[in-house]
């Protein structure tokens, strides 16, 4: 009997725990209609060099006026370039080498930050009346006689223990150099000067960037006649001029008739300068020469101020010329013009010399707006500014 | 007269199926309708009475003994990854079941099934995204849809049963009207007023199948499945005076744009099965699926715009640009080409007791990539993928007096792996650049099904 009794359950036991589970499978299923959320846009495999999008006011410090980082009307700052303090690649702080124009002058300046966005010596680092007035220090300026009174163009990075500052004077290219970045010695001569035999080369070679590649070559780009060159070095002092040049001219000139409704001609028909060396080996090996440059749409030489953008281009290996994408990597019709560039493990950073017009819409100087990539991602706030250049 | 009342009972769902204009795009062609289903790697076109067959092959239908119900949920994680990071792509997960009724028409067997897929996060999902952005092309947003299937089947022959049937889908038309005052120089200033008029309108595309029972132990199986498309229609009309601060408008500025876009786009389909019983209690099924990928419509947004900016009286202001109408888009191929799915499945019946019985199912499919390499500007990501599967079922043949039926009780895991390989570019200057993409999904979920 009780053995029945115990298969009886057992039979009805099956069947009960089935009607039960179906119930509980139809009631989660019921349940488990929930909000989603979407994951667009992030982790994306980028080149490192665009497209650029500007900085937003939660980017910037309380106060400043989005996109600019670095801004003093006085000083009309300008020609940035960018070389990370440390070699820690996840690190954003950066020395930023730029041009400024104190009373009508030209000399090279630092300044410096610790999250790449809040520059020592901006105007709104000097709204905190706190500490004393930061200002950029003078690192660089005319004393040769070949720099023509004016010394531009600066060019950063670090090499054999020491920070490299190329430039460029109304005579070429010099170069010094500086164990703290801050006090630098010239080698009194310029490094690059004007060939006769470089027929393509019809102004002084000027914009010079460099960067030494993994085979421990150095390489130069410097523009000239609106095209950019290349030069090769062994040790950064005596460079010689690469075969092929120029490795990259203006876009072909379109014409006008042949556009269709909404195009536009090339952003670079004019002249190409400003270039920016940023070499990288991919994850898969392949040596990648990645270069940012300013376009012109109208050839040098006339009064008015000229339409421009900041383009790309590339190639894979050391030497060759250049191929360009044909749309900016950056733009914001505001004369944006000589970038400078900062990689580092959070994304890219890019330094663009172009009217300020924080002050006054319609009475623009010139400022150094930032800009990040990749575009569809948000830096984190930024760290207050560093209270040394 | 019975051989011609037959012949028109069989056309039945042909025509209820030709009704409809395009075909099927869903979730169900990556992750299986249903565990059965699922558990057998898809491979069940000719062996498939329940819900799923108004995926699998609505001809199964007509093969049901009686009314049934089914309702479940799965969810498929995808771990997918370029250049070793998360992708983020969103989880496909939500309910799914449906019902079949059979009876007669005549005297002919005649069933009506249903199937749906609730999705838990979007009914629908459109996303536009430009050409050259890496995206999981097939595997991210265009599985995030609603789908609700009705389907016919009949048996006119004791060894044929043909069904065919309806898909129902939305597609998306808007319009956004704005008007207002812009300020060039102080966004907060600016008022603006708009209105959206959107339309949500069904889309029902068709599928047919037939079944043929060629001996008690052998039956074969022939799907189709019709291209279906969704699109996505928005005109944003703008009408707004152009100012600078408090000045008052300078001019006023009159923007038309439509834009176009073709979403999840899925391809007509045709699926070749045949189911072989070795034994009474083993199934072993084999299917083909052939996809017509190479009329994919890459789903880039198509736009057309009208913009009239007249010059204030005096000439714009210094430093004021005026906006220039954006040249049209120009979609670059895609390049992709048509493949052929391979399923394979097995289901033994490893238990048979007299109040119940269990199944152990397995099975595998592999789905060979149909997008070239990526080295140009697009970068519609995609790799191989293989799908292996594992389900466990148990019946319960009339548990109790209120359910006559049975109750059925499945559930599946599947595991996919999309082998990790390189992509690597032509241009030096592309803005993307080499990166690796591969990844696995996890798919689990489970039915209950009581039978009437």
């Known amino acids: 009997m009780l053995a029945r009794a115990a298969s009886s359950r057992s039979r009805l036991a099956g069947p009960r725990a089935a009607i039960a589970l179906a119930c509980t499978v139809a009631l989660s299923a019921a349940c488990a209609t929930l909000d989603g959320t979407s994951n667009d846009g992030v982790n994306l ?7 650029f999008r500007p900085l937003v006011g939660a980017e910037l410090a309380v106060g400043a006026v989005p996109p600019y980082v670095f801004g003093v009307q006085a000083q009309a700052y300008e020609q940035p370039s960018a070389v990370g303090v440390n070699d820690d690649p996840s690190s954003a702080e950066v020395w930023m080498y730029c041009v400024a124009h104190p009373k009508g002058g030209a000399v090279i300046v630092r300044t410096h930050a610790l999250d790449g966005r809040s520059f020592y010596g901006d105007a709104t680092d000097n709204e905190d009346t706190s500490h004393p007035a930061h200002a950029a220090p003078t690192v660089l300026s005319a004393d040769q006689a070949w720099e023509g009174g004016t010394v531009t163009a600066p060019s950063a990075l670090r090499a054999n223990g020491q920070v490299w500052l190329y430039y460029a004077g109304a005579g070429g290219i010099g170069v010094a150099q500086s164990s703290d970045g801050l006090s630098f010695t010239k080698v009194p001569q310029p ?9 393509w080369e019809t102004s002084t070679p000027g914009a010079p960037s460099v960067a030494v590649f993994p085979d421990g070559t150095w390489h130069m780009l410097y523009a000239a006649g609106g095209a950019i060159g290349e030069a090769t070095s062994p040790d950064g002092l005596t ?6 040049n120029p490795i990259l001219a203006p876009s072909p000139t379109v014409d006008p008739s042949t556009l269709g409704p909404g195009e536009t001609p090339p952003f670079d028909e004019g002249s190409v300068d400003d270039p920016v060396l940023a070499p990288q080996t991919t994850f898969d090996g392949r040596f990648q020469v990645r270069v940012l440059y300013t376009g012109y749409l109208e050839a040098p030489g006339g009064t008015a101020v000229r339409d421009s953008a900041i383009g790309v281009a590339g190639r894979f290996g050391t030497s060759g010329p250049l191929t360009r994408q044909a749309a900016p990597t950056y733009t914001a019709k505001l004369h944006e013009r000589a970038a400078a560039f900062f990689e580092y493990a959070g994304g890219s950073l890019l330094y663009v010399g172009e009217d300020d017009t924080s002050l006054s819409s319609t009475s623009p100087f010139p400022g150094i707006a930032g800009a990040y990539a990749p575009a569809t991602e948000t830096l984190p706030p930024p760290s ?5 250049p | 007269m019975r051989a011609a009342g037959r012949l028109l009972a069989a056309l039945l769902p042909v025509a209820a199926a030709c009704w409809a204009a395009d075909a099927r795009a869903n979730p169900l062609d990556v992750f299986g309708f249903g565990s059965r289903g699922t558990a057998m790697g898809g491979a069940v076109s000719a062996d498939v009475t329940d819900f799923s067959a108004c995926y699998y092959n609505p001809a199964g239908l007509a093969l049901a003994h009686g009314l049934e119900i089914s309702v479940g949920y799965f969810r498929a994680d995808q771990s997918l990854y370029m250049n070793g990071k998360n992708s983020g792509v969103d989880p496909v997960k939500g309910v799914v079941g449906g019902a079949v009724v059979p009876g007669k028409v005549f005297t002919l067997p005649f069933a009506f099934g249903v199937g749906f897929h609730i999705p838990d996060d979007w009914l629908t999902r459109v996303r536009a995204l430009p050409q ?4 999981w092309e097939l595997y991210d947003n265009r599985n995030q849809r609603l789908w609700f299937g009705v389907d016919l089947a009949i048996s006119p022959f004791p060894w044929l049963q043909i069904g065919g049937g309806v898909t129902f889908m939305a597609a998306t038309k808007a319009t956004l009207d704005i008007s207002g005052h812009v300020d060039l120089f102080g966004p907060t200033d600016s008022s603006l007023r708009h209105q959206v008029d959107a339309d949500l309108t069904l889309i029902a595309y068709p599928s047919i199948g037939a079944r043929i029972e060629a001996t008690k132990d052998l039956s074969f199986a022939l799907v189709y499945r019709g291209q279906f498309s969704m699109d996505l229609n928005v005109d944003a009309n703008v009408q707004a005076g152009v100012g600078l601060g408090r000045a008052g408008d300078l001019t006023t500025l009159l923007l038309a744009l439509q834009t176009d876009t073709v979403d999840a786009f899925l391809p007509q389909q045709v699926v070749g099965g045949i189911s072989y019983k070795p034994t009474e209690t083993l ?3 084999f299917d083909l699926t052939w996809v017509n990928w190479s009329a994919y419509q890459p789903p880039v947004t198509r736009i057309m715009t009208q913009l009239n900016v007249p010059p204030p009286a005096g000439g714009w202001p210094a430093g004021i640009q005026p906006p220039t109408v954006p040249a049209p888009t120009v979609v670059l191929p895609i390049q992709i080409h048509d493949i052929v799915i391979p399923h394979l499945g097995v289901e033994w019946r490893a238990i048979t007791q007299r109040t119940w019985e269990g199944f152990l199912r397995a099975g595998y499919e592999f789905q060979k990539s149909p997008i070239a390499a990526q080295t140009g500007p697009t970068n519609y990501v995609d790799r191989d993928r293989h799908s292996v599967s594992a389900g466990l079922g148990l019946r319960l043949p009339a548990p109790a007096t209120l359910l006559p039926g049975d109750v059925r009780l499945d559930a599946h895991v599947q595991y ?8 690597t570019k032509v241009d030096a200057s592309d803005p993307v650049g080499d990166y690796t993409a591969g990844g696995h999904i996890w798919n689990v979920g489970m039915m209950a099904t009581v039978g009437f």
């Open chain 2, 283 to 285: 199934h072993t099924n």
């Open chain 1, 45 to 51: 495999p980028s080149a490192g060099d665009g497209p």
């Open chain 2, 416 to 423: 996919s792996v999309l082998p990790t390989e390189t992509t």
């Open chain 1, 384 to 388: 207050a500014f560093a209270d040394s």
């Open chain 2, 132 to 135: 050259d952005q890496p995206r």
């Open chain 1, 191 to 199: 490094v690059l000067t004007p060939d006769a035999t470089a027929t």
């Open chain 1, 239 to 244: 460079w010689t001029r690469a075969d092929g």
